[in-house]
């Protein structure tokens, strides 16, 4: 009786199991790849592999995100890093109908479109609203103003500078 129970008990938990495996809706598939930007004399801009960088380096980061699933994707947020060690390349991030960067001076606790703002409170106690420099930015966030469709792939792509 123990055994035959531990039995239905084991497979009950196996179809569960499948059964959610097997569930409709969305599945987001995400990537970032970094590329070094190098001007060639002949060919102009070109990516080559980002393993190795240098003081003044311009660097590349490409964002993918695919909806593996069978139904769509609503509410998705894109969010790249700004490495330590680089600066953000002010106007880098793409931006289209779909997407619109928003930007972070505190490690991605909150986002503003640019240009982001500040508030300073004055040696006199005032308080005063100062515009961020590129080094102040620590994260890119994208967020789709629709769905991302079944099958469906977004790529988004911001450039830094290695300091």
Same mark, same amino acid.
């Given at each position: 009786? $123990?055994?035959?129970?531990?039995?239905?008990? #084991?497979?009950?938990?196996?179809?569960?199991?499948?059964?959610?495996?097997?569930?409709? !809706?969305?599945?987001?598939?995400?990537?970032?790849?970094? $590329? @070094?930007?190098?001007?060639?004399?002949? @060919?102009?801009?070109?990516? +080559?592999?980002?393993?190795?960088?240098?003081? *003044?380096?311009?660097?590349?980061?490409?964002?993918?995100?695919? &909806?593996? !699933? &069978?139904?769509?994707?609503?509410?998705?947020?894109? +969010?790249?890093?700004?490495?330590? !060690?680089?600066?953000?390349? *002010?106007?880098?991030?793409?931006?289209?109908?779909? #997407?619109?960067? #928003?930007?972070?001076?505190? &490690? /991605?606790? =909150?986002? *503003?479109?640019?240009?982001?703002?500040? #508030?300073? =409170? @004055?040696?006199? /106690?005032?308080?005063?609203?100062?515009?961020?420099?590129?080094?102040?930015? =620590?994260?890119? @966030?994208?967020?789709? $103003?629709?769905?991302?469709?079944?099958?469906?792939?977004?790529? +988004?792509?911001? $450039?830094? *500078?290695?300091?």
């Amino acid at each position: 009786m $123990r055994r035959s129970l531990s039995v239905a008990i #084991l497979l009950f938990v196996l179809a569960i199991a499948s059964s959610a495996a097997l569930a409709d !809706g969305p599945a987001l598939v995400g990537s970032l790849e970094a $590329r @070094k930007l190098i001007v060639d004399k002949e @060919k102009g801009e070109i990516a +080559v592999s980002a393993e190795k960088v240098y003081p *003044q380096d311009k660097v590349e980061y490409i964002l993918r995100y695919r &909806n593996s !699933g &069978n139904a769509p994707a609503s509410g998705v947020d894109l +969010v790249g890093p700004i490495p330590d !060690g680089t600066v953000y390349l *002010q106007e880098t991030a793409t931006e289209t109908s779909r #997407l619109y960067p #928003l930007f972070s001076i505190d &490690n /991605g606790s =909150t986002y *503003q479109i640019a240009p982001v703002t500040y #508030l300073v =409170t @004055k040696a006199d /106690g005032t308080r005063e609203e100062r515009e961020a420099t590129p080094d102040m930015i =620590t994260h890119v @966030k994208w967020s789709l $103003r629709e769905d991302l469709g079944a099958g469906e792939e977004v790529i +988004v792509s911001y $450039r830094v *500078q290695v300091k």
